[in-house]
C-alpha cells in the first residue's frame, strides 16, 4: 500500500536554512503537501506541488519534487524560532480525488535554537 | 482562505460518558468533512468521511457504534464519542475537502482525555 517517510527530528539555529524530507511510494500521486502542526494546534497548509512539477517556491518555503527517487523536500530559509514545530508530508494517492484520504507521513520536529 | 472552526480544544470526561466534537466551515458550504486521529508522536489516520444528507462512510477497523459521525448541514458535523474509555483518549481532527487553491483545511482540533 502507501507509504511516506520522514525523518523525525531536525534541529537547526536561527538564520540557518532548514530542509526537510519525505520518501513515499505512489508514484501515482497526484498532489503532495506540506502542513505545519503546532503543539496542541491542528494543522496548516504551508504550500503542495502537483505531480508534474519539480519545484515550487513560495517566499522562504521552497519545494522540490523528484519523481524518480520518490523524494519530497521542504526547504524553510532563515530559519526562525517561530518555525518550530511538527511538519508532516503528505500526498493524495492516484484516484483519490476528494476523499480525504490523504496518505501522512509520522511527521518531522524541528527544533529551532536562538 | 476556507476556514474550519472545531469545538473544543480539549476535554476531560469521565469513562462511560459520551463527548460530541463539532466541526463547523465558517465562511463555505461542505457537503462533506472528514474525521482523523492522532496518536501522541504520530501521523494522522482518516477515521470517517461525514457526508450531508447521507450516512458517513467509515475507515476499516473504525467502530460506528462508538464514533457517531452526523453531518447536520452545510457547515456542521460532529463526531461523538460513545461511551468513552481511556484507550479513546487522543487529539481529534477534522478537515474540508480541498477549495481552490487551499487544499484540505483542517480544523484546530480536539485533545480527548477520558480519565
Known amino acids: 500500500g502507501e507509504d511516506v517517510e520522514q525523518s523525525l527530528f531536525l534541529s537547526v539555529r536561527e538564520g540557518d536554512s532548514s530542509v526537510i524530507n519525505c520518501t513515499y511510494t505512489?508514484?501515482?500521486?497526484?498532489?503532495l503537501y506540506w502542513y505545519k502542526q503546532e503543539p496542541g494546534a491542528g494543522l496548516q497548509l504551508l504550500t503542495y506541488?502537483?505531480?508534474?512539477?519539480d519545484m515550487k517556491q513560495d517566499q522562504r518555503l521552497t519545494v522540490l519534487l523528484n519523481k524518480k527517487d520518490k523524494h519530497l523536500s521542504l526547504r524553510i530559509a532563515d530559519t526562525q524560532t517561530g518555525d518550530s514545530a511538527i511538519y508532516f508530508c503528505?500526498?493524495?494517492?492516484?484516484?483519490?480525488?476528494?476523499?480525504?484520504?490523504?496518505?501522512f507521513g509520522q511527521g518531522t520536529t524541528l527544533q529551532v535554537k536562538p | 482562505g476556507a476556514v474550519v472552526s472545531q469545538h473544543p480544544s480539549w476535554v476531560i470526561c469521565k469513562s462511560g460518558t459520551s463527548v460530541k466534537i463539532e466541526c463547523r466551515s465558517l465562511d463555505f458550504q461542505a457537503t462533506t468533512m472528514f474525521w482523523y486521529r492522532q496518536f501522541p508522536k504520530q501521523s494522522l489516520m482518516l477515521m470517517a468521511t461525514?457526508?450531508?444528507?447521507?450516512?458517513?462512510?467509515?475507515e476499516q477497523g473504525v467502530e460506528k457504534d462508538k464514533f457517531l459521525i452526523n453531518h447536520a448541514s452545510l457547515t456542521l458535523s460532529t463526531l461523538t464519542v460513545t461511551s468513552a474509555h481511556p484507550e479513546d483518549s487522543s487529539f481529534y481532527i477534522c478537515?474540508?475537502?480541498?477549495?481552490?487553491?487551499?487544499?484540505?483545511?483542517f480544523g484546530s482540533g480536539t485533545r480527548l482525555t477520558v480519565v
Open positions: 506541488i502537483f505531480s508534474n512539477m
Open positions: 478537515s474540508a475537502p480541498p477549495t481552490g487553491d487551499y487544499g484540505y483545511t
Open positions: 461525514s457526508n450531508e444528507g447521507s450516512k458517513a462512510t467509515y
Open positions: 505512489d508514484s501515482s500521486s497526484t498532489y
Open positions: 503528505a500526498e493524495i494517492p492516484y484516484g483519490s480525488g476528494n476523499t480525504g484520504k490523504l496518505i
